[in-house]
C-alpha cells in the first residue's frame, strides 16, 4: 500500500485547508484511512479516520467541529477538510491505512509521508 499525501501548506488562522490522500495498491486489510498529526517536539496524535466502505467517521475530541473527513472510494482518495484554523494546528499531516476504525497509532499499518501545515497568526 502506497499513500501520497497533499494539500498542505502555509495558511493564515481562520483559512481553511482541505488535505487529498491518494492510496494505491490497497487490499482487503485496508479498511480504514486515517489523518495523524505531529507538531514539532510532540508525540503523533491522532486527527480523524474513515471506513473506505461505509464511510463510518471517528474525530479526535481536541478539534471539535473544524474537521470533515470524507473519501472517494472511485479515486481511493481520502480527504480532511480543516475549517477555522488555529496556529495550534501547526503540524505535518500524516495519512494511514489500517484494519480498525481506531484512534490508535498501532491500527495503522501504512503511512504516507506527510504533509506539512503551517498556520501563521
Known amino acids: 500500500v502506497q499513500l501520497q499525501a497533499s494539500g498542505g501548506g502555509l495558511v493564515q488562522a481562520g483559512g481553511s485547508l482541505r488535505l487529498s490522500c491518494a492510496a494505491s495498491?490497497?487490499?482487503?486489510?485496508?479498511?480504514?484511512a486515517g489523518w495523524f498529526r505531529q507538531a514539532p517536539g510532540k508525540e503523533r496524535e491522532f486527527v480523524a479516520a474513515?471506513?473506505?466502505?461505509?464511510?463510518?467517521?471517528l474525530y479526535t475530541d481536541s478539534v471539535p467541529g473544524r474537521l470533515t473527513i470524507s473519501r472517494d472510494n472511485a479515486k481511493n482518495t481520502v480527504y480532511l477538510q480543516m475549517f477555522s484554523l488555529k496556529p495550534e494546528d501547526t503540524a505535518v499531516y500524516y495519512c494511514?491505512?489500517?484494519?480498525?476504525?481506531?484512534?490508535?497509532?498501532?491500527?495503522?499499518?501504512?503511512w504516507g509521508q506527510g504533509t506539512q501545515v503551517t498556520v501563521s497568526s
Open positions: 474513515i471506513t473506505w466502505s461505509s464511510g463510518n467517521s
Open positions: 495498491g490497497r487490499t482487503f486489510s485496508t479498511y480504514v
Open positions: 494511514a491505512e489500517g484494519g480498525v476504525l481506531s484512534d490508535s497509532v498501532s491500527e495503522y499499518d501504512y
